[in-house]
C-alpha cells in the first residue's frame, strides 16, 4: 500500500487511468537493475528514482573523472575520483529517500552476472562496449528477463527492448559483433553532451512502461534518433530462433572478451579466499592510497599506489599469480591494463568489488 507521503509524491501519476494506485504499488514493488551509470545510466537512474521504482541496483566498477562531467548529470566537481556506482546511489538518495538502491562497485562479468540479474525484474543496459551487451543479453535470456538496451555514437543514439514476453533478443538484431576499429567508444570519438540524457530518458521510458504493462514497447523495434536534424526513425526486426536460444550456457565465451583493449581477468572474494588458504597462495597487490591501506588491507598485501605503477613495477612478480585490489575494483582494473599494456604482465588478476566486496564478503 501507498503511504499518505507517496500518494503526495506521485500525485501526477495516481491522477492518471493508465497508473493510479495500482500502477504506483508496481512500481514500489519493482525491481530494476542499470548496469553501468556513465551516460545513459544517470538520466535513468535519475527519472526511475523519480518515478518510484522501489529498487534500483546500480553497476560500476569506474569512479568519476573530469571528463564525465559533460554529460553525466549526476556527478559534480566534488564527486571527482570516487567510485560512480556509491556516488550515483548518493545522488538517488537525495532526489527520493524513499527509493533503495543496490551497490555493485564492480564490472558485469561472466562470474557474476547471473548472480546480478537474478535479483532483478528488468535489466537496463547503460554500458559502452559490445562484450557487456552480449553478455547482459545471455544473462537475460537465461534467467527470463526484459532488457532496455541503448546505444550512442558522437551525435546519434538507438534504444530497443530485447526479450520482452516472447519477443527478438540482442542477438536477434546483432548476430556478430563487430570488430574494435568499427565500434570505437565515446572516448574515442567524443559524443554531444546532451545526447545520452535524451536516449537514456527514452530507456526509462521503455522500463516505465514494461514494468506497467503499458503502450506499445520497443520490442521487435529499433528507435533511431539524430541530434543533427532531430529527426527519428523506427526500424522494425525479427525474432531468428537459432539466435533467441542463445544464452549464458550455449554462447562462446569469446563473445564477451574485451574488444577495446586488453582483457582483464577476475577473481571473486570466495575464489581468492580460497587461493590464499592453499600452499603456494598468491601475491597481494593493494593500489590505493597509503592512508587507505593503513585503514586496513588484505594480510601480507604490498602497496603500490596506483599513481605510482611505473616507478615500482619492479616490486610486482612475473612468474607467480598475483592480485591486485583497489577500494571497490575500478582503480585496480586500471592499474592491471597498466601493467599489462604498458610492462607486458601475464599473471594478473583484478579481485571483484575490491576490498569493500572482499570486508563484505570474507
Keep these: 500500500m501507498l503511504t499518505s507521503e507517496e500518494r503526495q509524491r506521485y500525485r501526477r501519476h495516481l491522477q492518471l487511468p493508465e497508473i493510479g494506485e495500482a500502477g504506483q504499488e ?19 537512474l535519475q527519472y526511475l528514482a523519480a518515478a518510484g521504482v522501489g529498487t534500483l541496483g546500480i553497476v560500476d566498477a569506474d569512479v568519476v573523472d573530469a571528463s564525465n562531467l559533460q554529460r553525466q548529470i549526476l556527478y559534480g566537481p566534488a564527486d571527482l575520483g570516487q567510485p560512480k556506482a556509491e556516488t550515483a546511489a548518493r545522488a538517488v538518495h537525495r532526489l527520493n529517500p524513499l527509493v533503495q538502491t543496490d551497490v555493485y562497485g564492480c564490472r558485469a562479468t561472466l562470474g557474476n552476472v547471473r548472480e ?11 554500458s559502452d562496449n559490445f562484450p557487456t551487451r552480449y553478455l547482459l543479453n545471455d544473462a537475460c535470456v537465461s534467467l527470463g528477463k526484459p532488457l532496455i538496451s541503448a546505444a550512442i555514437y558522437k551525435f546519434e543514439g538507438q534504444v530497443s527492448v530485447f526479450n520482452y514476453q516472447g519477443g527478438p533478443t540482442y542477438r536477434c538484431l546483432f548476430p556478430q559483433a563487430p570488430s574494435a576499429d568499427e565500434a570505437p567508444n565515446c572516448a574515442a570519438t567524443g559524443v554531444l553532451g546532451v545526447l545520452p540524457g535524451l536516449v537514456g530518458t527514452a530507456q526509462a521510458t521503455e522500463t516505465l512502461k514494461v514494468l506497467l504493462g503499458m503502450g506499445e514497447v520497443l520490442s521487435g523495434r529499433l528507435w533511431l534518433f539524430d541530434a543533427l536534424t532531430f529527426q527519428t526513425r523506427t526500424l522494425r526486426f525479427a525474432r531468428r530462433p537459432g539466435q533467441a536460444a542463445i544464452n549464458l550456457e550455449t554462447a562462446n565465451p569469446a563473445d564477451y572478451a574485451d574488444l577495446c583493449g586488453a582483457g582483464v581477468n577476475q577473481i571473486s572474494p570466495a575464489e581468492l579466499r580460497q587461493q590464499l588458504e592453499s600452499s603456494h597462495p598468491p601475491f597481494l597487490l593493494d593500489v590505493r592510497e597509503p592512508e587507505e591501506y593503513a585503514a586496513g588491507h588484505l594480510p601480507g598485501a ?12 619492479g616490486a610486482v612478480p612475473r612468474h607467480h599469480p598475483v592480485v591486485v585490489y583497489c577500494r571497490s575494483g575500478a582503480r585496480s582494473r586500471r592499474a592491471v591494463e597498466q601493467l599489462q599494456t604498458e610492462f607486458g604482465f601475464a599473471n594478473l588478476l583484478n579481485l571483484e568489488g575490491g576490498f569493500l566486496a572482499w570486508t563484505e564478503a570474507v
Excluded at 508496481?26 to 535513468?44: N, Y
Aim: glycine share 20%.
Design 26 to 44: 508496481k512500481l514500489k514493488a519493482a525491481r530494476v537493475l542499470v548496469v553501468g551509470a556513465g551516460g545513459l545510466g544517470c538520466p535513468v
Design 116 to 126: 546480478l540479474v537474478r535479483k532483478y525484474d528488468v535489466v537496463v543496459d547503460g
Design 302 to 313: 604490498t602497496l603500490l599506489p596506483l599513481g605510482s605503477i611505473g616507478q615500482g613495477v
